[in-house]
């Protein structure tokens, strides 16, 4: 259904599962439940139609995960359908390249899904091998011919840079052959390693900082020459196709998270729910509360968070609120707010300690 538009506010949807863990991932998933899906999506419509009374118009959706795109349409649909939609929200589900070919890809098209983002995380075969990714080069440039042959009005490539065993010309090719899938858009992410992975438990396969700026600079600049624009350090597009989910998080906006790990934020209240799809499912089973804990940020925290946020994306901060002494390099003036260079995108959390 949809109602009148209103001030932005997202509804993210987390989908804890995955047919392979990832060396390298944290997030709230796991590869042994697949057996809980149907229980699972059950207890998010339970959920979404408990929190209906407290939903404004919705102006975007993004099925996040874990792999999402393990939902069949009906089951997406199930969800999609109850949400308060604004007219012309974004709904978005990341998508493994090995779980979606033309026939899902246009049942999630009829469920209503807007924006597809497709994890491919690097077009080289012993890169994908190195991040422990299972699917293959040959999947991901099937998958995105499928989705740009459906006619989604906005798509994404996830790419990954830095593992150990990728060179320069690996990562060059990786993101010209990105390109020659004509993504509307593209984030690319240094690796990072998260406590707890096997990624961590081998400090050899630690990515190396000089490398990735090397790497992020390059694809700055092939992504630049072909027409997207860096619009967050993470995040370029061409115009019009810009992630509007993740621009309500970077403007602070307000969300609502269902399922299982998921966070939400209404004026500066913050809260999650409980972290396994298990005791998610026996809380509502239980008629319980799914919330784990939370937190609610003063004005001077709410305040700081916003200028952090606002100085990793291209709007950038007013200039009152940052200490450019020294920054010359690392910085711009543009009108009356101070924006990030390239090089400053480097280094945009020491940036980040100069504002006040
Ligand atoms: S597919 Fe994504 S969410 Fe699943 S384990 Fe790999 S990185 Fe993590």
């Known amino acids: 259904m949809t109602t009148g538009a209103r001030a932005p506010f997202g509804v993210y949807v987390h989908v804890p599962f995955c047919l392979h863990r990832c060396d390298y991932c944290a997030f709230a998933t796991w590869d042994d439940r697949s057996h ?20 404004p118009a919705v102006t975007s959706v993004f099925f996040g995960g874990g792999t999402p795109s393990l939902l069949t349409p009906d089951q997406l649909r199930s969800i999609v359908e109850l949400v308060p939609l604004a007219p012309g929200a974004e709904v978005s589900v990341e998508c493994n390249p090995d779980a979606v070919d033309a026939e899902r890809l ?17 077009l080289c075969t012993h890169v994908l091998a190195a991040l422990g990714r299972t699917h293959t080069v040959e999947s991901v440039v099937r998958a995105a011919s499928a989705v740009r042959a459906e006619g989604f009005d906005s798509w994404n490539l996830d790419l990954i840079y830095g593992v150990v065993g990728e060179t320069l010309d690996d ?10 899938l004509e993504p509307p858009h593209l984030s690319a992410y240094g690796l990072t390693v998260e406590p707890g992975t096997p990624l961590a438990e081998d400090p050899a396969r ?5 490398d990735q700026a090397d790497k992020y600079v390059l694809a700055d600049s092939l992504l630049g020459a072909a027409g997207l624009v860096s619009y967050e350090i993470s995040n370029w597009s061409r115009p019009g196709h810009r992630c509007r989910h993740n621009q309500c998080y970077w403007s602070q906006g307000d ?7 998921a966070h939400s934020h209404l004026d500066g209240r913050r809260w999650w729910n409980v972290r396994t799809p298990e005791r998610y499912l026996a809380l509502l089973d239980a008629g319980q509360p799914v919330v784990a804990a939370g937190e609610h940020l003063d004005a001077a925290q709410r305040r700081t968070e916003r200028l952090q946020l606002a100085l990793r994306t291209s709007q950038g901060v007013p200039s009152e609120t940052l200490d450019t ?16 260079t390239l090089a400053g995108r480097l280094l945009a959390n020491e940036v980040a300690t100069r504002l006040r």
């Open 36 to 55: 809980l899906i149907d229980n699972y999506v059950e207890g998010l419509v339970q959920e979404v139609r408990a929190a209906l009374g407290q939903l």
């Open 106 to 122: 246009a049942g999630y098209h009829a469920a209503g899904v807007t924006r597809v983002s497709l994890g491919a995380q690097s």
């Open 171 to 180: 990562w060059r090719s990786t993101v010209e052959r990105a390109l020659d």
């Open 206 to 210: 630690s990515p190396d900082d000089d």
């Open 255 to 261: 969300y609502r998270g269902f399922g299982c790990a």
């Open 325 to 340: 002494t020294g920054l010359d390099d690392l910085v711009e003036r543009r009108h009356e707010r101070v924006v990030l």
